[in-house]
Antibody
Framework: QVQLQQWGAGLLKPSETLSLTCGVY????????WSWIRQSPGKGLEWIGE???????NYNPSLKSRVTISVDTSKKQFYLILSSVTAADTAVYYC???????????????WGQGTVVTVSS | ELVLTQSPGTLSLSPGERATLSCRAS???????LAWYQQKPGQAPRLLIY???GRASGTPDRFSGSGSGTDFALTISRLEPEDFAVYYC?????????FGPGTKVDIK
């Protein structure tokens, strides 16, 4: 049973950098894209970006200038860095898995537990 | 930029009734790239339907997906108490994932 466990700082001040880690337990790391998604009351579910095991990334154009997603395959972990945060970045952040060629393609089949991130001065 | 619109915003029904949720895309999309999720309070979303009509592992057969082009639907044939939740549609295309705003199914 594959599980995603995520962790990182939950309270930030404006202009600081958000940093989250997601660990993959009980399954393969290759053959999937690993994404970050956030959910806020004002904007609903928003896809942030994705990475595969070889480090190939895609980002949401609306966040691309501030986002970096990276991977450490030896640890089976992937990471989210979001710079220059503001109150608008307050949300629950999820790490998720999407199969590349297996079903269910183009969908997120495994989700982490979510991390509440609050940006406040 | 693709926009997904879901209707209605809230659907008030009783257990045992049939629910039909709509997801409309601002342009024609591939059926292989349309998915539906269920989210309950305090929980992460859960994949129900992929490829517009394929049931994900563990999805009860009372859930069915349909549609093509710009119009898609999620149907719950007979609502069970555990089905009252928020439902989101999601599209993948041009290396970008997009979600709809959601439909809340609540108890009448």
């Amino acid at each position: 049973q594959v599980q995603l466990q995520q962790w990182g700082a939950g309270l930030l001040k404006p202009s600081e950098t958000l940093s989250l880690t997601c660990g993959v337990y009980g399954g393969s790391f290759s053959g999937y894209y690993w994404s970050w998604i956030r959910q806020s009351p004002g904007k609903g579910l928003e896809w942030i970006g994705e990475i595969n095991h070889s480090g190939s990334t895609n980002y949401n154009p609306s966040l691309k200038s501030r986002v970096t997603i990276s991977v450490d395959t030896s640890k089976k972990q992937f990471y989210l860095i979001l710079s220059s945060v503001t109150a608008a970045d307050t949300a629950v952040y999820y790490c998720v898995r999407a199969p590349i060629t297996m079903i269910p393609q183009n969908a997120f089949d495994i989700w982490g537990q979510g991390t509440v991130v609050t940006v406040s001065s | 930029e693709l926009v997904l619109t879901q209707s209605p915003g809230t659907l008030s029904l009783s257990p045992g009734e049939r629910a039909t949720l709509s997801c409309r895309a601002s342009q024609s999309v591939s059926t292989s790239s349309l998915a539906w999720y269920q989210q309950k309070p305090g929980q992460a979303p859960r994949l129900l339907i992929y490829g517009a009509s394929g049931r994900a592992s563990g999805t009860p057969d009372r859930f069915s997906g349909s549609g093509s082009g710009t119009d898609f639907a999620l149907t719950i044939s007979r609502l069970e108490p555990e089905d009252f939740a928020v439902y989101y549609c999601q599209h993948y295309g041009s290396s970008i994932f997009t979600f709809g705003p959601g439909t809340k199914v609540d108890i009448k």
